[in-house]
């Protein structure tokens, strides 16, 4: 007889990492540039902060680098649209990854079921680490 | 019949992830600036080298980055003491975590067993990831 | 009766993790400097891009990285050579890593059977994080 996985924690296997780096001058300097930018980039709720002020340009460099390491973890799937990937932030201070249409479509067809991420910026840099998790994938089994 | 965990490795499962980055010349001066701040932020052995001759500013700015991104992997936990967090170099030159007291008691809330971690610094920039690792959590089984 | 490891997908439990950063400019003066660095730190398909043109500065600088964290992931292995470990790019723009001889026998060693990584580069720096995983160690069982 072999048992399922009974005890085996969901959702808690690396199945993809992603890092991704961004000069924050340089990011700041593209959004005012291109006006149309950060609205292909962000959501509208992303835009602001929890307190309703604009976000500033580190903190939104910050998102983006979530955003594009979250495609990395993904293997870059085509069609992703950035809007499908937005973070929030935890009364903690600490991310959560909410995924939506194109990258929660993506992340189904791997197996992807759970987020880790971090954030830090210093020195002009925001940085960011994702870590795509899930309990197996299709191809494993 | 249900068996129990025979198999799987314990503490291998990631529970938690942060990075961290530090640019090491502001570090520095916020060291030299405020002489109270290097003994709020590490014990008295992580201020002095194997060789017993004080920490050149670029690694303390490493292992600070490492106890920001341990703080990180466990969701920011409240209470947390700098001095609960230190690296100790194996004589490999691979960094280990050691917690005592806080981190150790935050961790263990979560089911952290294990953590591997891993620092670099050029550019002058530190940087760190740091990954909590378990065999479960109390709320996925 | 203590059933195998029926359903535990092989090679996502993390054993180790690395993660480097790499001044490019930096970088590429040490490749001007010493004309015989480049062919000890890369093997000569690493050198050209898929176009058959010379890489630049900034992508070796990211395998680079790349070849650091690795060795940090394998708690810096002696003996390893820089050519037993090389980055492919996959036709999505992901990379892989192939490991060989050195590199290949210390995965090997601590159970190491699948890798996951990324890169990424911005601001002059060019950083790695790459995650060692297996599904057991050795010494765990």
Not at 21 to 29: G, I, K, N
Not at 49 to 74: H, I, T
Not at 96 to 117: N, S
């Amino acid at each position: 007889m072999t048992p399922a996985l009974p005890s085996v924690p969901a959702g808690h296997l690396v199945l993809g990492v992603g890092i991704d780096v961004v000069a924050v001058d340089r990011f700041a300097a593209s959004l005012a540039r291109t006006p149309t930018l950060a609205n292909r980039l962000f959501a509208a709720d992303e835009l602001v902060s929890a307190s309703g002020s604009p976000r500033r340009p580190v903190s939104l460099a910050g998102r983006f680098a979530v955003k594009e390491a979250v495609a990395k973890a993904l293997g870059v799937p085509p069609g992703m649209q950035w809007h499908d990937c937005t973070v929030i932030s935890l009364s903690s201070g600490q991310p959560e990854l909410v995924t939506t249409g194109t990258v929660l479509a993506a992340a189904r067809a791997l197996g992807v079921t759970t987020w880790r991420l971090s954030l830090s910026h210093d020195a002009g840099i925001a940085a960011a680490v994702v870590l795509a998790l899930g309990s197996s994938q299709g191809r494993t089994e």
